[in-house]
């Protein structure tokens, strides 16, 4: 029984030795590793053009809205490469370069080598456009100095600058590792033109048959003149009539409007509001009957509808009465 015990005991030593054994030995493997320093691509210019189609024989400073225009980016690839992505953002400095792109600030085009088209975005905007069959991006190999064209158009309510508020930021990716190998630079200084647009759905108004002294007479067709603006700016809209001309003798002129307050123009049918909560009503006269400060408009334009109101003197004779009302609309001053 003693003889038994130690074999078990020998037996168990010597599996413990060979177990630690086994744990002390390691394994190693050299493994080779390489690093490519290389540079990255610079834009060395940014050009803005009144051109479309591509063409550079006109540099400009300023966006034109409903006009298209031509953007030339010249890139450097001081060591062999091919671009992966290009990136342009126009953009208002009021707003910032990481704004939400929109009709009126802030726009992004972008080119991917992957699916190698071109996409805008404005935020919606269905006037700002990008020519992709003229825009144009080197997909070869590039060593030294090639050139991007963006062809796009700028919306109709890009806002107007005459203080270079504007700017062209545009980014170029190298394929060979694109977020960290990239070349970006901006064309600062820009400013945009004035747009504006205008559209009256009425050529002619009638107040019916009106007794001598009414007041404050509506409308009888049409009911009200829808006035459609779209400005990229503060506008005004002003009116203008002489007064009532015999219809008989147009060169008879009855009601001098600057003489009788005949011809009242309003945003809404009623012009004896105790609380005005739109435009206020004005009394139509030669000059100077006008709506100022209104704001920029959306890019679908913003509607004024005109209700006119008509007054006549107490003795005003019997007859049929015709005048000419010119609806003017420019551009104004912010509020003071």
Not at 109 to 136: E, H, K, P
Not at 235 to 247: H, R, V
Not at 308 to 317: G, K, N
């Amino acid at each position: 029984m003693k003889k038994l015990t130690g074999i078990i005991l020998v037996a168990a030593l010597v599996g413990l030795a060979i177990s630690t054994l086994y744990i002390s030995l390691g394994l190693s493997q050299n493994l080779t590793g390489s690093v490519r320093v290389k540079r990255s691509p610079v834009i060395t210019a940014i050009e803005l053009f009144s051109d479309d189609n591509g063409g550079t024989t006109t540099p400009t400073n300023e966006l034109t809205p409903i006009d298209e225009m031509t953007i030339r980016i010249t890139v450097n690839f001081q060591d062999p490469g091919y671009i992966y992505s290009v990136k342009v953002i126009i953009y208002h400095n009021f707003v910032g370069i990481s704004a939400p792109d929109n009709a009126s600030h802030h726009v992004t085009i972008f080119w991917s080598s992957v699916t190698g088209t071109w996409t805008l975005s404005a935020g919606g905007s269905t006037t700002w456009a990008i020519d992709t069959a003229n825009s144009y991006v080197p997909t070869g190999q590039i060593s030294g100095t090639d050139y991007i064209f963006v062809v796009f158009t700028p919306g109709k309510i890009t806002r107007y600058s005459s203080t270079g508020n504007w700017v062209i930021y545009a980014n170029v990716t190298d394929r060979d590792n694109p977020s960290v190998l990239y070349g970006e630079n901006s064309l600062t200084g820009l400013n945009c033109r004035y747009y504006l647009e205008m559209s009256v759905d009425a050529a002619s108004f009638d107040f019916g048959s009106v007794p001598p002294g009414a007041a404050n007479i509506s409308l009888y067709s049409p009911r009200c003149i829808n006035v459609t603006v779209i400005s990229n700016y503060w506008w005004f809209l002003q009116f203008n009539a002489t007064g009532w001309y015999n219809a008989s003798n147009p060169s008879q002129l009855v009601v001098d409007f600057t003489q009788f307050n005949s011809l009242l123009a309003d945003d809404d049918p009623n012009p004896t509001e105790r609380t005005e909560t739109g435009l206020s009503p004005i009394w139509i006269r030669p000059t100077d009957s006008i709506w100022n400060y209104l704001s920029p408009t959306p890019e679908a334009g913003t509607i004024i509808r005109l209700y006119l109101f008509v007054t006549l003197p107490s003795d005003i004779p019997y007859g049929t009465y015709v005048t000419t009302l010119t609806i003017t609309t420019g551009m104004s001053q912010p509020p003071p």
